[in-house]
């Protein structure tokens, strides 16, 4: 019902703002025609041609009042679809409140527990398993659903008597035709309705009787009317707009036919009348020119440009009749509200990629029900953040993180990650089609983890001056963990949450990963296939082969250097020398290793692979392993 609410909502708005755009042009058409200029006109003709003039002043008349029952036939139109589509949002809202009511109660009862645990039970032990608060806290919730029925049934009257008394003054068949639609469909709603509210009582009645088995299959077909109710509120919605649509083309297309037979009228004036209209369009100028203001106004806001100087047009506009000043102020009022819908976009767009929202916009993408694909995923976590935050205040630890993400963030959408999420003091990440190249994704990962190391580092720097404090400064270390694998990738949650995301084993082992960096005392490794997809970009030390909890094949990890040509050369170095110790690791080689070890030991003294192998070999020369495979398995996360 969440998106029921949003696709109406969004309707809504670009309904109200078409009929405020509508209202707003036809004011403009209708003082562009000459309305108050033509009364002018008709004194100065009077006085200077007589009898002829008095023929224009009746053709001019006749527009006037042609116009005024236009405006007024569009104004009523208006203010009727505008009720219309009000009410129809809040029988909307009315049922979305009595479902979720009616889930409370049902959970408040422990329905579903009950049905589960207890498939046998009986009137003797219902009340056993659900305590009395429960059921009371749940008849409040059933007495605040009927309250909610009586009002969507009056609302639902109101709905079909508006809409059945309105097709007494329509004349446009299509508009008879759809508006009849809109109440046959507002009817059929009807029935859905008293369908939903007929079994939610018969559930309520089943519940205080004992009835489970006839409770579970209740609420099976309560989930079927719910759907054809959704599905008939759609088709009402659609069928309430294509008629708001429609009265805007006919209110339009009489003004423009009210517009042409002005002009006409204009035209034969012309043709008696050359002094007239040379006054005429004089005085026409010096009124239409805040009007022109206006319309290179609404040009610009209708290409998107809605910086607009509002004091100054205001101000401008004062000079002219109080229906312009009427105008430039409702225009104005448009303007904002649509400045106000761009902001909550933007600030819609700190919550959710705008790649993902572009895509999911587009109702032929793939991605609106799921995809298989090949991605790369990422998770960042700080390393003991719960020592780190237990150390400062909670306006401290919040102030810190901010600008930790911040930098985070800025490394990560640097490569064109997409920022999945925020778990905590942990980052998700992940990079694949359709927003970046299927054979760049691997590199653009492995280059994002380098600068997140490279700007953590200038981070840690300025952490005494963001804390205001010089003594026992925490210093943040981060782990990375990045897999490339097959994910699924789509709109995963309930009905009434979603989340855009990526899920399974390559999303795992990025995390198990993240947290074998530990073990090895490293700030980020990557998997064999990111390896394999990056190599050509990035120097990489290859640094153990493992089986980590929860899934069975052999990894091969790597801890990514730095990137080719502008890697430091004691870490090629050590890569050579490290690589050596792997060969007679798995080997079972353990004197030749150890020895290669402490060359290792000789080029980087803190080396954390180095150190785990040692202690490793000294285990495993001890031990008299009969069979050796050279793979580690860990059987923690």
Known sequence: MDKISDYYTDSKNAALTKVSLSSVLARINAFSSGLKLSTKFMLLSAISLGTVALTSVASSLHTINHLQKVVSHIVRNSEHTKSQANSFARLEELLLEQEIHFERALRHLQVDLILRATPLATNANIASLSDHDGQKLAGLEYEQFNMLLKESDQISDILISRAKEQLKYLY????????ADFVQFASSNDIYRQNFNRLTAQIWEQYSQGKLKDIAYSLSRLELVEDELTNSLEITREALYQYDNRVLQIGLSTLRNSILINRLGILWIFLGFVLGILITLYISILTTKPLNKLNRAMTKVVSGDLDLENEKLLSEAVSGSNEIVQLSSSFLVMVDGLKERNRLAAELNRYVDPRILEELANINSPLRLGARSEMTVGFLDIVNFTDMSNRLTPGSTVKLMNEFFDEMVAGLIGEL???????????????GPPF??????????CRAMLDCLARLDS??????????????????????????????????????????????????LASRLEGICSHYCLNGVVDQQTHLGSADVINFREIDTLCV???????????????IGKTEEWKLTLRECYAKVLMYYRQGDWALAK???????????????????????DRLASSNLEEWDGISRFTTK
Do not use: H
């Not at 091969?556 to 990137?563: A, D, F, R």
């Not at 954390?608 to 070999?617: D, M, N, T, W």
């Open 459 to 508: 981070f840690n720097q300025r952490i005494p001056e963001l804390l205001g404090f010089r003594k026992d400064v925490p210093q943040i270390k981060i782990r990375m963990g990045v897999a490339t694998g097959i994910v699924l990738m789509g709109n995963i949650g309930s009905e009434n949450r979603k989340d855009f995301t990526v899920t399974g084993d390559t999303v795992n």
């Open 436 to 445: 970046v190249e299927n054979s760049t994704k691997s590199a653009m990962a």
């Open 172 to 179: 446009d068949k299509k508009a008879i035709y759809l508006l």
């Open 595 to 617: 020895q290669k070890l402490d060359q290792c030991f000789t080029i980087s003294p803190d080396d954390g692979p180095s150190k785990v192998l040692v202690e490793r070999v």
């Open 549 to 563: 909890k929860g899934i069975e094949s052999p990894i091969t990890i790597y801890e990514p250097l730095g990137v």
């Open 417 to 431: 990650a997409v920022i999945d999420k925020f778990i905590g003091d942990s980052i998700m990440s992940w990079w």
